[in-house]
């Protein structure tokens, strides 16, 4: 019986657990701190569309027992790589394969006076949190920080909240670069800016947060004040610490550099945001669909690994992306083809019921959304 650990309980880690569990001989324990996975591309829509908390996490311990695993809730501080051996808060964990599958956190660049001000969008939890002070009316302005998809979705889904409830505040999106969506083609990006404006959503760009002071001021680095404002931070992700503390090469973002089959080495693998993969000689990107199918060719090639076979290279299959927002008017490529308004949104609802772990939560969200509108 070969002892598999994987840490993470994400999309990457899950898909990976599903997989061995098909296998007689492997023994899987899964590890995360938190009890819940959480359904991280839907999380703006607990704001705007008012999807409830329960339908976007699923249980860990409820996960482990349908899939066939063993779940550890604790936070993993050290991986002992010669000695096989990963260390807990309180416990000492053997393995013979390992999958590093722990996903990204928010970076916030150092500037620990924003960390402890801000907003983030990285958890159930904080997206509630970010639901709970939007109703109670107590901000006069909401500021984005950060013009990438999850900047732009929720800064949507607030206006389409307030908008709902016969509420008007200034809404504004700031980023760093000269563009929003800089990565994304022209046309998205213009396409998305119209729609920002149509909405009477603000953007500033080549502009970061300065300070964000006791008595709820962010100073811009422009020298705009805005007072009593929430602010949002979605400006960046990276690894965790227990990633950035491996003696092993990693980009600027801490992903770590992994081969064609996953590896790090024989019995080391990553998967989802922690793995850093070139495709058509670019970084692929962090994405759902990425995470699932690294999960599972990480698993099969543990498999392949076991039995002496041939291990499978990593052929991403790219279905495309969207720029979801919450008035409909979303934008992307799917298949190859760009598209615009109904469809991607339309698009993006369906991969997210049909990428829920359960059928409770399936049905719960398409309700919620049928009932939201």
């Known amino acids: 019986m070969k002892k598999v650990l994987i840490i993470g309980g994400g999309f990457a880690g899950l898909s990976a657990a599903r997989r061995l569990n098909r296998e007689r001989d ?8 938190n009890k819940t996975s959480h359904f ?14 329960s339908f976007l996490q699923c249980s860990l311990h409820d996960l482990s027992r349908k899939y066939g695993f063993s779940f550890v809730q604790d936070n993993v501080t050290s991986v002992d790589f010669k000695g096989n051996m990963v260390k807990t808060a309180s416990l000492s964990i053997t393995f013979d394969f390992l999958i590093l599958a722990s996903g990204s956190q928010t970076n916030f660049y150092g500037q620990e006076n924003l960390k402890n ?3 983030s969008l990285g958890s159930v939890d904080d997206a509630f949190s970010i639901l709970e002070n939007v109703k109670q009316s107590l901000w006069d302005n909401f500021v984005i920080a950060g013009g990438g998809y999850t900047g732009i979705e929720i800064a949507t889904h607030i206006c389409r909240f307030l908008a709902k409830n016969k509420q008007e505040k200034r809404i504004t999106v700031i980023e ?6 800089a990565n994304l083609p022209e046309e998205f990006r213009h396409y998305s800016e119209r729609n920002l404006q149509l909405m009477n959503i603000d953007i500033l760009l080549e502009t970061t947060v300065k300070d964000v002071t006791q008595d709820r001021k962010v100073v811009l680095s422009n020298g705009e004040v805005f007072s009593n404002a929430m602010l949002i931070w979605t400006a960046g992700v990276k690894t965790g610490d227990l990633i950035g503390n491996m003696d092993y090469k990693k980009t600027r973002q801490g992903r770590l550099v992994v081969d064609e089959y996953l590896r790090l ?7 989802g945001d922690v793995a850093h993969i070139e495709h058509k000689g670019l970084a692929l990107r962090m994405g759902v669909q990425f995470s699932l199918s690294e999960g599972l060719l990480a698993a099969e090639n543990i498999i392949r690994t076991m039995k002496k076979k041939p291990l499978k290279p990593y052929r991403p299959v790219d279905l495309g992306y969207v720029v979801p927002m919450a008035n409909g008017r979303s934008c992307g490529i799917v298949l ?12 993006h609802y369906f991969m997210g019921i049909y990428r829920s772990w359960t059928w409770e939560n399936r049905i719960g969200i398409l309700k919620s959304l049928i009932k939201g509108g």
């Open 176 to 181: 760093r670069a000269g563009r929003l969506l």
């Open 265 to 271: 080495d024989e019995c080391v693998f990553a998967a």
């Open 336 to 347: 190859g083809m760009p598209v615009y308004g109904c469809i991607p949104t339309f698009l």
């Open 26 to 33: 492997v023994s899987v324990t899964l590890v995360d701190k």
């Open 117 to 119: 001000q801000a907003f």
């Open 40 to 53: 991280l591309p839907l999380l703006p829509d607990l704001v705007g569309r008012r999807i409830p908390p």
